[in-house]
């Protein structure tokens, strides 16, 4: 699990949240926190070099100068308002 690895899934996503980059690592149980911390550390160095921007702070959710959050926002099955997925199953807001 190298910052390599991560920094490609990021340039895939464009406009992502932690949960995203570690579902699509996919670490083994034993390493699952070590993956979150490796995220958050190269999230955050990105962040302060200029290179993303928090597109929202709860949840957070970060991406490239000029992408539009949109691209993460879902549509309630209850109510129908976009919202921004805490988790990968939350259908509703």
Not at 3 to 31: A, H, S, T
Not at 48 to 57: D, K, T
């Amino acid at each position: 699990m190298t910052d390599g690895r991560i920094w490609v899934i990021m340039l895939r996503l464009r406009i992502f949240m932690p949960w995203q980059i570690l579902k699509e690592l996919n670490p083994p149980p034993y390493l699952k926190q070590y993956a979150k911390a490796k995220i958050r550390s190269l999230i955050a160095s990105q962040v302060r070099a200029g290179i993303l921007q928090v597109l929202n702070e709860d949840p957070p959710v970060f991406g490239f100068p000029g992408e539009s959050i949109e691209k993460v926002k879902r549509e309630c099955k209850i109510c129908g308002e976009k919202f921004i997925p805490i988790r990968d199953n939350h259908k509703h807001c």
